[in-house]
């Protein structure tokens, strides 16, 4: 079954520190595969999406992922963490063969907490 | 305006009310989506409507009732709720047609207390 799994239902790191929050999914195609962010009370937002253009993806606000086939993996990184980096990450994959309305699935979700 | 806009904002209802949440996108896509958000629950995809039509109904119970007059406009009724209804029901758009890679754009939600 298609599936999509974020490791770590929360992530604490230090401002200033690595942001790593991880993404696998199961699929024997290449997806098309993205990263949205949720703030409070608020909608999701898009970070960054792969398309198969480049395996490396930068997005906004300091974010990039890295598609790597063999570990069917999509793990957010950011550099160097600022408290207004603290929100709830999704991570999300469409797979192919779904022509018309796009066919979606988002991962649990990482709550990221940023420590001052 | 500009992207997608969901009203009411919040909502409390009782178990026998009937209420309608609204979505409304100006961004020209061909389809768009209504999601339940719930605590520690993960994102549930509710209906989906593609060019008008409804696409996928993931055994939502009947109490929600969607509407898609034309577009642009989403409304997802209800009727007779429960509590564990209680939610943000977020609405999404997007342009699901040719090469285009089909990201959801998603309204600010509709925070839903059923009492």
């Known amino acids: 079954a298609q599936s999509v799994t974020q490791l770590g239902s929360h992530v604490s790191v230090s401002e200033g520190a690595l942001v790593l929050l991880r993404c696998n999914y199961s699929s024997s195609v290449p997806p098309y595969l993205f990263w949205y962010v949720q703030y409070p009370n608020q909608g999701l937002q898009l970070l960054l999406k792969y398309t198969s253009a480049a395996t490396l993806v930068k997005g906004i606000n300091g974010f990039e992922a890295e598609f790597k086939k063999s570990e069917t993996s999509f793990h957010l990184t950011k550099p160097s963490a600022h408290m207004s980096d603290a929100a709830e990450y999704f991570c999300?994959?469409?797979?192919?063969?779904?022509?018309?309305?796009?066919?979606?699935?988002f991962g649990s979700g990482t709550r990221l907490s940023i420590r001052p | 305006e500009t992207g997608v806009t969901q009203t009411p904002r919040h909502l409390v209802m009782g178990m026998t009310n009937k209420k309608s949440l609204k979505c409304e996108q100006h961004l020209g896509h061909n389809a768009m989506y209504w999601y339940k958000q719930s605590a520690k629950k993960p994102l549930e995809l509710m209906f989906v409507y593609s060019l008008e039509e409804r696409v996928e109904n993931n055994s939502v119970p009947s109490r929600f009732s969607p509407e898609c007059p034309n577009s642009s406009h989403l409304f997802l009724h209800l009727h007779t709720l429960q509590p564990e209804d209680s939610a943000l029901y977020l609405c999404?758009?997007?342009?699901?047609?040719?090469?285009?890679?089909?990201?959801?754009?998603f309204g600010e939600g509709s925070r839903l207390t059923v009492l």
């Open positions: 999300a994959v469409r797979f192919s063969g779904y022509s018309s309305a796009s066919k979606i699935i």
């Open positions: 999404a758009s997007s342009q699901a047609r040719g090469l285009n890679t089909g990201e959801l754009f």
